[in-house]
């Protein structure tokens, strides 16, 4: 296993139990007497960042919920990072190449499709449930790649990567659907405002512009066009990952030889002076810094925001938003509420359909002699981890908040239906997927 990835794996491991915690956390205040109160009106407090009459965070002239923020604001910052791991798997990554993609694009493709038709069987004919059609479209890589972890070794890297890259499909597909689905109310005004913002990044990629502050910049002007113009905000976060440069201003080759130089005019210490202390000549003081210099500027815009934002995405803004969104009241629900409506609707989705889907367009796939099956699976591991794709979470709930939020009092029940649907959904698909990977993995690797 390569140490890039070891080291995301890692980070996924890290990210889902400090998920698991917030969302416990949510759970409990939103059901305990002494604090769900508060815990129901701090969402609803507004938030303003103004300058004069002007607020950053407003919707129309009327400022924004904190609850809002978070899901249109911090969530955009989600997708920036999400859209920047899908752009360099394209370029460099899993996704590179016809053979490493086909297998991972096909299984996600089905991972989508079948979920939505279950979901549509499970409520067919009522239009407000099925505004929910895509909750169980998404597989959360990090509690997914968080559940293989427990297996360490056992687990072949084939399937591993195998995961990663369905999960980044499926995060795209999600993108997809979030920008084509969830829009309304289209303002021709800021969406001529935000076609301007992004041809003026698009500018500044050909023009070779490697500043992060230009597209930052930007971006956030960006976001709040975007939010004003019926598209939905996050879909702003994916456009400027897209147009933040993967390349270098000059050849890496360029830069791999300012370094070498450098290197060979540091005299050569004799062995019997390697553990005695020098002190550096200002020229070698100025030729280390030029390595330095120079070994920055071989990391493009891409990789280093990339990496710059996994510590506050999976440690700031997903734990907020899992504390935001997973605290499902369950005062007046029964058990029977998990096994009607929205939530057996979205919990077959995952564990039905998400598993049927990924297997089933694999599968056929793999016998048509399209692609191969992952190194070092067989067909009942990579079942199991299928299985396991039906951990949905993160984008799940946001798609459940984009589908059901503000309907009404008519509808008011439907959104902590389907939230429940997604925990139930997700917890199944989690315990089934260990069980099986712990039957048809190999004993010792």
């Not at 990210?15 to 759970?27: E, K, P, Y």
């Not at 946001?398 to 009092?409: R, T």
Request: proline share 3%.
């Amino acid at each position: 296993m390569n140490y890039s990835f070891k080291s995301k794996l890692k980070m996924y491991i890290n990210s889902s139990v400090v998920l698991i915690f917030f969302t416990v956390v949510a759970l409990v205040c939103a059901n305990a007497p002494v604090v769900k109160d508060w815990y129901a009106a701090l969402w609803t407090q507004e938030v303003s960042l103004a300058v004069g009459d002007f607020n950053f965070f407003s919707h129309h002239g009327h400022a924004i919920t904190l609850g809002q923020m978070i899901n249109d604001f911090l969530m955009a910052i989600f997708f920036l990072s999400v859209g920047l791991e899908i752009k360099r798997e394209i370029m460099v990554g899993e996704l590179s190449s016809r053979e490493k993609a086909l297998l991972p694009v096909i299984g996600a493709i089905g991972g989508m499709l079948l979920p939505v038709l279950v979901f549509y069987l499970a409520c067919p004919g009522d239009a407000a449930m099925q505004r929910g059609l895509a909750i169980p479209m998404a597989t959360d890589i990090a509690f997914s790649l968080g559940i293989l972890s427990v297996f360490k070794m056992r687990v072949p890297i084939g399937l591993k990567m195998f995961l990663a890259a369905l999960a980044v499909a499926d995060d795209l597909g999600g993108i997809l659907v979030i920008a084509l689905f969830y829009s309304s109310d289209i303002n021709l005004l800021y969406l001529g405002l935000s076609a301007l913002c992004v041809v003026a990044m698009v500018i500044g990629n050909i023009k070779n512009v490697s500043a992060k502050l230009f597209y930052v910049s930007i971006g956030l002007v960006l976001w709040f066009f975007m939010l004003n113009s019926g598209i939905h905000a996050t879909i702003a976060g994916v456009i400027v990952a897209f147009c933040i440069p993967g390349t270098l201003k000059k050849s890496t080759g360029y830069y791999i030889e300012r370094i070498r130089s450098n290197v060979n005019r540091f005299p050569v210490i004799e062995v019997g002076q390697r553990h005695k202390t020098i002190v550096l000549s200002n020229d070698q003081i100025h030729m280390l810094k030029s390595i330095e210099s120079a070994a920055d500027h071989m990391i493009s815009p891409l990789q280093e925001m990339e990496d710059r934002l996994h510590t506050p995405i999976n440690y700031v803004v997903l734990p907020l938003f899992a504390f935001a969104n997973a605290g499902v009241c369950l005062a007046g629900m029964s058990v029977g509420d998990v096994f009607s409506g929205v939530s057996l609707a979205v919990m077959l989705g995952l564990v039905i359909g998400k598993f049927l889907g990924v297997f089933s367009f694999s599968w056929l796939a793999v016998r048509m002699g399209i692609v191969a099956l992952p190194t070092g699976a067989t067909w009942k591991s990579f079942a199991s981890v299928c299985v396991v794709c039906g951990i949905g979470f993160t984008v799940s709930m946001f798609i459940a908040e984009l589908s059901y939020a503000g309907l009404g009092a008519s509808a008011a029940a439907l959104l902590p239906q389907a939230k429940l649907g997604v925990l139930c959904g997700s917890i199944i698909s989690a315990i089934l997927g260990c069980i099986l990977l712990n039957r048809t993995l190999p004993r010792k690797r």
